[in-house]
């Protein structure tokens, strides 16, 4: 039996190697370890994976160990020599072939979150993004520093389509959406959810508006099968342009990355285009009621402070930005996932 004291030191120096416990798990990816033992065509030693890899055997050694210990990769005795191979959670989650796959996410996390996150203490004194500490970039407009570069661009796009494999069904289908058949998602990115929504609603058309640098690339690198005429991009700032008719509008991680002011604005905009009867689906990680939990959404909402101007918030929170926009009938719905899907009508 241990102490409370004991258990405190345990849990305290659990924290403090939390950061190392990232890392193992994004040097892992950048360097290609779970694609590498799922291509194999049998489990491999570790000085086989530090050759096909080109790293130094004992990194690799200590790396593969530790990567056994969290669960990423099993170990097994072949011949006297131990030999690696991914576990279920590294095959459907972490290996590039998978349709699962989040790796592009790990990746943005690895080198971009993750620089900001080193400057945590600095946000919460100025309460602002910390790109300008991270990368040497202004960020008063704040996705000029989100996309400081095409590649910071595409690892974006590519690391937030991610999650839409495994939450995309749990959030589209949390409510009948399918009396909505003009469908706009404002903020879509990549196009990923829009794909999504036209998978499961097979009556709808849906137009992706996005800045035109994201629908360039989205357009370069991430390609809608020519079959799928459902989907179509449109070009602008959803603060200042017009946006497209539609008889719902999605709002998926957008309005996390703002003020409560902008969020008002942006949401009074697209009130006023939404025809009424028409609706505005807002799909978030939202806080419990009283703010305290889940740990998860805190710190994602800590993450919005060193990356953006925003922040996760609650039902009641959200509803407050709803109300005073001309939405009405405001419902909650948690999914049990990551994100979770608020729907309101004009
Ligand atoms: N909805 C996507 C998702 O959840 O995967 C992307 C969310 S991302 C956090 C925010 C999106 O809003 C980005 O695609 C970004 O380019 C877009 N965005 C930011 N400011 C914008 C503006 N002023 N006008 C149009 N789109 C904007
Ligand atoms: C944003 C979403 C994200 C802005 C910056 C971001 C994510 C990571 N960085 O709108 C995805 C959500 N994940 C976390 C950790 O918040």
């Given at each position: 039996m241990s102490s409370p004291e004991e258990a405190a030191y345990r849990l305290l120096t659990e924290y403090t190697n939390g950061f190392m416990v990232s890392q193992v798990l994004f040097a892992a990816c950048e360097l290609g370890v779970f694609d590498l033992l799922s291509e194999a065509p049998e489990p491999l030693g570790s000085a086989a994976v530090a050759a096909h890899l080109g790293t130094c055997p004992r990194g690799t050694q200590l790396l593969l160990d530790t990567c056994v210990s969290l669960k990423l990769l099993q170990v097994q005795t072949r011949g006297g020599e131990a030999v690696y191979r991914n576990t279920e959670l590294s095959s459907t989650?972490?290996?590039?072939?998978?349709?699962?796959?989040q790796g592009n996410m790990v990746l943005y996390l690895a080198r971009t979150t993750y620089l900001c996150w080193g400057h945590l203490a600095q946000a919460v004194r100025d309460?602002?993004?910390?790109y300008r500490k991270a990368?040497?970039?202004?960020?008063?407009?704040l996705f000029t520093a989100i996309y400081r570069s095409e590649g910071e661009r595409v690892l974006f796009m590519r690391g937030l389509q991610d999650v839409w494999s495994v939450s995309g069904g749990p959030v589209l289908e949390?409510?009948?959406?399918?009396?909505?058949r003009l469908i706009c998602d404002v903020?879509?990115?990549?196009?990923a959810l829009a794909k999504q929504c036209a998978a499961r609603y097979p009556r709808c058309r849906v137009t992706v508006f996005d800045t035109p640098d994201v629908v360039r690339t989205a357009k370069e690198h991430f390609p809608i099968p020519e079959?799928?005429?459902r989907i179509s991009f449109c070009e602008g700032d959803f603060f200042t342009d017009p946006l497209p008719e539609a008889d719902l509008y999605i709002l998926a991680r957008?309005?996390?990355?703002?003020s409560d002011e902008r969020c008002s604005h942006l949401l009074t905009r697209i009130q006023r285009a939404c025809r009424p009867g028409g609706g505005v689906l807002v799909i978030e990680s939202l806080l419990d009621a009283d703010g305290r939990g889940p740990l998860t959404t805190q710190l994602y909402s800590l993450n919005m402070l060193v990356q953006t101007e925003g922040r996760e918030r609650t039902p009641a929170q959200y509803a407050a930005l709803l109300a005073p926009a001309g939405f009405r009938a405001v419902q909650c719905r948690a999914t049990g996932g990551l994100y979770d899907a608020i729907l309101a009508r004009r």
């Open positions: 989650y972490l290996v590039r072939a998978s349709p699962k796959c309460g602002k993004n910390q990368f040497g970039v202004p960020s008063d407009d949390a409510f009948d959406l399918s009396a909505f903020g879509g990115g990549s196009g079959e799928e005429e957008v309005l996390h990355d703002w």
